[in-house]
């Protein structure tokens, strides 16, 4: 966890995404706060580092910051 806390993220647009894709994404979510699943996000920021993709946003139920990994297929 430590060497993803120190990884050079950058922002990506996520809205740059389709509107099917940035919905999935919005709503298939795990909250670790809640502990629960497809809870849904708002205000997502998508950013990548050397290693991962991934979109931060806030738990549409309790308001805590949930992080969605994206694993991008060639």
């Known amino acids: 966890m430590n060497d993803e806390l120190n990884e050079k993220r950058v922002e990506r647009d996520f809205s740059q995404r389709s509107a099917e894709e940035q919905q ?5 979510t795990w909250c670790n706060n809640c502990m629960e ?10 950013y990548e580092s050397e290693s991962r993709v991934w979109i931060e946003g806030e738990c549409l139920k309790c308001g805590e910051i949930t992080i969605t990994e ?5």
Not at 24 to 28: H, R, T
Not at 37 to 46: A, Q, S, T
Request: glycine share 4%; charged share 40%.
């Open 24 to 28: 999935d994404f919005l709503s298939q």
């Open 37 to 46: 699943v497809d809870l849904g996000m708002k205000n997502p920021k998508e």
């Open 70 to 74: 994206i694993v991008e297929e060639d």
